[in-house]
């Protein structure tokens, strides 16, 4: 079993920033990819990045792309999204999820609420 814990949500006005932590525990050695996920109410679940966890491969959504950074620390088993030039649709749960021991995710997060004021 592998938990996850974001943290880092919050309320912030538009062009502001955010950096949201992951932290994994449990079998965090059969982790092989983390990934970010978003959910805005009323509309489906949009992925954001995803970060290998044995090397530096990384992967953005195309509106993450030049504003978000993800970034991991193998030696705390966390996970950052660093969140720039935020927008009032950036609003959003944000979900941390991981895929260990099979391809896919498989373990998610509780979500951190992000709000974007404009």
């Known amino acids: 079993q592998v938990q996850l814990v974001e943290s880092g949500g919050g309320l912030v006005q538009a062009g502001g920033s955010l950096r949201l932590s992951c932290a994994a525990s449990?079998?965090?050695?059969?982790?092989?990819?983390v990934g970010w996920f978003r959910q805005a109410p009323g509309k489906e679940r949009e992925f954001v990045a995803h970060?290998?966890?044995?090397?530096?491969?990384?992967y953005y959504g195309d509106f993450a792309m030049g504003r978000f950074t993800i970034s991991k620390d193998n030696a705390k088993n966390t996970v950052h999204l660093q969140m720039d030039s935020l927008k009032p649709e950036d609003t959003a749960v944000y979900y941390c999820?991981?895929?260990?021991?099979?391809?896919?995710?498989?373990?998610w997060g509780q979500g951190t609420q992000v709000t974007v004021s404009s």
């Open positions: 999820a991981a895929a260990a021991g099979r391809v896919g995710y498989n373990y």
């Open positions: 449990g079998r965090t050695s059969s982790i092989y990819l």
């Open positions: 970060t290998y966890w044995s090397d530096d491969t990384i």
